[in-house]
């Protein structure tokens, strides 16, 4: 069976699926996202993004309608029962992406904006209301089985694919289907979730933040510039009806608001898990966001999580179904994304252990810790470690980490470099001319993966992001992914030949690992 309806089929349309959506339908790629509800979903779960997740969200054209409701979070703290201040997240600063550190959001609004890049792709159809019912895979495809969700109803409809990939949430269906069992990592507490639209504008001494508070941990923050959130644990012989209760919320939260202050909602328990499929592929099926991973909320990376997914998959897909790479070159997704995912549940399941500490003995030697300066500082955010990275030693230090983006101007125009010189695109930078000094089967290579180039003696580094990066390391040049971290760099021109004939092999062996399957 070779007859497609689609390159990729899309089972989910949150925010995972709709990225990946965006993503392969600014390259062109002809896509069907599938969801079960009726439309886009109306409330929050998610509340924060990253600078990076701001870059991806700039390479479709999103990000100035997220912009519009998005707030920069700055600062972060952790107090105890006391009021003292345990800890301080200092997000003051731009994130290498070029974009703010942090930001805080009301999950719909960025929603909004993700569905209005993919609607304005021609070659992406988005269907709602249509539930996945069965999957069958072969050596050329895939095809979906799907039937309208409505009560009673009977209409049923058949999509085929070249690949298809399971973004439908922590009860997959697709990861069911397919048998995926998952790793459970221990972490499993009931929470009460409130959010909140005010009526007027309110400010806390207090806005965003944890309240080690052994008789009753919890949480509040912002959701963006029109929404607030409050978090409390729920305790021993406490119940979900008990909590769910709005006398029982405005309770919780009298110290800060009252009906007269804002509308409620939406009041919900929600068990936060931490977990993981054992595998995210299976032939042409990939899993990406919670259908693939859950973790605890406690580091505002669950959806961030999920994004990363999107973007690292997408690009490689668009490489290989327009015939760039092998499909072997999808095995490096599992591989790359797999490992960074496992060292965030880790880090939120440890932050959750830390700050919900109900014992009052081991709450008191907690803070007496953190207030004697005796807590070793967070270890710092994880990068990719394996997969398709350069293994050139004197490009090591920045090797699977985020590459830069700064301001420039070039031709004629001005601003952020991937606005001027084309989003989504590999990126070749160098202090000087590279790309037009290089031996023709490596020029090949660069142009057929649509890369384009930085040359600081060609372009004006505005803000000089760029120099002071190479200098900082080292390098004369970096080459970036798609996804924006750094495939390999070097401290000299001949040394980036050598990163780039790496990838010339390696792009090269996944080409002969695997039948074509264009």
């Not at 080292?474 to 070097?490: K, M, N, Q, T």
């Amino acid at each position: 069976m070779s007859n497609y309806d689609y390159d990729v089929v899309v089972v989910g349309y949150g925010p995972t699926g709709q990225m990946v959506a965006a993503q392969l339908g600014v390259r062109g790629c002809k896509v069907g996202a599938f969801e079960r509800y009726p439309g886009l979903y109306s409330l929050p779960r998610a509340g924060h993004v990253d600078h990076e997740i701001m870059r991806q969200l700039q390479s479709i054209g999103a990000v100035d309608r997220f912009l519009k409701d998005a707030f920069r979070m700055t600062k972060y703290y952790w107090r105890n029962a006391k009021g003292e201040t345990l800890l301080t997240f200092d997000w003051d600063a731009l994130g290498i992406s070029g974009w703010a550190s942090d930001y805080l959001l009301y999950q719909p609004h960025p929603e909004d904006a993700l569905n209005a890049s993919v609607s304005s792709e021609e070659s992406v159809d988005v269907h709602h209301g249509w539930l996945a019912t069965g999957i069958v895979q072969d050596a050329d495809g895939v095809t979906l089985t799907l039937r309208r969700s409505k009560p009673d109803a009977t209409e049923t409809k058949t999509v085929r694919a070249r690949y298809l990939i399971g973004a439908d949430g922590a009860n997959s269906f697709v990861r069911t289907a397919l048998g995926i069992d998952q790793d459970d990592y221990g972490f499993n507490e009931n929470w009460l979730v409130v959010d909140l639209r005010p009526k007027r504008v309110v400010h806390f001494e207090f806005d965003n933040g944890q309240i080690c508070d052994p008789a009753r941990p919890m949480c509040l923050f912002q959701l963006g510039k029109t929404h607030r959130r409050f978090e409390f644990m729920m305790m021993p012989g406490e119940t979900r009806e008990h909590l769910e209760k709005p006398e029982t919320v405005w309770k919780l939260i009298k110290p800060w608001m009252a009906p007269d202050d804002a509308d409620l909602i939406r009041n919900v328990v929600y068990t936060f898990r931490s977990s993981m499929a054992t595998r995210w592929r299976d032939r042409r099926i990939f899993l990406a966001g919670d259908s693939a991973h859950l973790m605890p909320p406690f580091m505002g990376q669950g959806m961030c999580s999920g994004l990363r997914d999107a973007v690292n998959l997408s690009w490689k897909l668009d490489a290989v179904l327009r015939g760039v790479a092998e499909d072997a070159l999808l095995d490096s997704y599992e591989a790359e994304r797999k490992p960074h995912v496992k060292v965030v549940i880790d880090l939120s399941t440890e932050v959750g252990r830390i700050s919900c500490i109900t014992d009052p003995e081991a709450a008191a030697a907690r803070d007496a810790a953190f207030l004697s300066g005796k807590v070793s500082p967070p270890p710092p955010f994880p990068w990719l470690q394996e997969g398709l990275l350069s293994a050139a030693a004197d490009g090591a230090a920045v090797t699977g980490r985020l590459g830069p983006q700064g301001r420039i101007v070039s031709g004629g125009r001005k601003g952020l470099a991937d606005d001027v010189v084309g989003r989504g695109h590999w990126q070749l930078i160098s202090r000087t001319d590279l790309l037009g000094h290089l031996p023709s089967d490596l020029t090949s290579l660069l142009s057929s993966l649509g890369t384009v180039a930085i040359s600081l003696d060609e372009v004006e580094d505005s803000d000089g992001i760029y120099g002071a990066y190479l200098d900082a390391n080292g390098l004369e040049a970096v080459l970036v992914r798609p996804d924006f971290y750094v495939y390999g760099a070097s401290a000299s021109q001949a040394g980036m030949r050598m990163v780039l004939k790496e990838l010339h092999a390696y792009i090269g062996a996944s080409r002969t690992a695997s039948e074509k399957v264009a």
